[in-house]
T-cell receptor, first 115, second 115 residues
């Protein structure tokens, strides 16, 4: 069964450093997402990406964040200058197409620890 | 605005018994999708079951069923014959109908299955 993959599984970085989280969505999917889950809290939407551009971003997704789909397969989330409060699990997800009845497939997550 | 509410932060159930996890939602849209995800301690998000707003039958997937009461705006997850491996965090989510089709999550319910 096709799956979304994410690398690395765990990243430790120092405050102020840049990090890039990588995702490979399912190959024929068209909508891509990043979500964040601070430890013990609910999953929060960060950004959605469709047709090579951001379709929606949340308040959390400020100028420190950016996303890219540099080739036909990878989807990356960059945090330019990490803060302590960026420590969280970051999930990538993809879905085949729009509409409310399509499952979003989640990757296993990247746990980001900012020290 | 769309919202998902899960009022049970934690639940216990005896192995082999059934358990119901509550979820209520708020939306003014006529067409929407409701999802349940399981998050074990390892952290990944596992899709369990989906219910479309126009589906007349309650969704079922193996031991999981969704008790969908549209007039009450509730979409409770029923797990029958609980197993120790069902111990996890469970999230109810709604697919938004804006152009991003992002998922909006509830705060989750932690289920512990007792032997």
């Amino acid at each position: 069964e096709p799956e979304v993959t994410q690398t690395p599984s765990h990243q430790v970085t120092q405050m102020g450093q840049e990090v890039i989280l990588r995702c490979v969505p399912i190959s024929n999917h068209l909508y891509f997402y990043w979500y964040r889950q601070i430890l013990g809290q609910k999953v929060e939407f960060l950004v959605s990406f469709y047709n090579n551009e951001i379709s929606e971003k949340s308040e959390i997704f400020d100028d420190q964040f950016s996303v890219e789909r540099p080739d036909g397969s990878n989807f990356t989330l960059k945090i330019r200058s990490t803060k302590l409060e960026d420590s969280a699990m970051y999930f990538c997800a993809s879905t085949l197409t729009g509409g409310t009845d399509y499952e979003q497939y989640f990757g296993p997550g990247t746990r980001l620890t900012v020290t | 605005a769309q919202k998902i509410t899960q009022t049970q932060p934690g639940m216990f159930v005896q192995e082999k018994e059934a358990v119901t996890l509550d979820c209520t939602y708020d939306t003014s849209d006529q067409s929407y999708g409701l999802f349940w995800y399981k998050q074990p301690s390892s952290g990944e998000m596992i899709f369990l079951i989906y219910q479309g707003s126009y589906d007349e039958q309650n969704a079922t997937e193996g031991r999981y069923s969704l008790n969908f009461q549209k007039a009450r705006k509730s979409a409770n997850l029923v797990i029958s014959a609980s197993q120790l491996g069902d111990s996890a965090m469970y999230f109810c989510a709604m697919r938004s109908t804006d152009s991003s089709y992002k998922l909006i999550f509830g705060s989750g319910t932690r289920l512990l299955v007792r032997p």
